[in-house]
């Protein structure tokens, strides 16, 4: 035990350029920017994915609730309608996001 703090004191000592090396990483960025590329593109296609499967789900549900009632169409049509709307709020919001994800700079 005692050895072995001895040596990482010895390193820390005989080493000051270990200490001081993250100033390079720091000023240009670091590894925020890739990371950020990849975390726009994957939430991206996670939203796009999920919101066509849910807007393939709501339009199913509502073709069969028409074919059941017809009398009922209009107004199944006009929920139908604002129901897209709002799943394609969701992929517009993660656009957004991943925007700002790739084009505002990080803090440096």
Do not use: N
Request: hydrophobic share 65%; charged share 10%; net charge positive.
């Amino acid at each position: 035990m005692r050895r072995s703090l001895l040596m990482l004191a010895l390193i820390v000592v005989g080493f000051p350029g270990i200490a001081l090396a993250a100033e390079g990483g720091a000023a240009t960025g670091g590894w925020v920017g890739p990371f950020a590329v990849i975390a726009a593109g994957l939430g991206m296609a996670l939203a796009a994915g999920l919101c066509g499967l849910g807007q393939g789900r709501a339009v199913a549900a509502a073709v069969d609730a028409m074919g059941r009632q017809p009398g009922a169409a209009a107004r199944i049509q006009t929920a139908m309608i604002i129901g897209l709307a709002l799943i394609e709020s969701l992929a517009i919001y993660t656009l957004v996001v991943a925007m700002i994800l790739l084009f505002v700079q990080p803090i440096k």
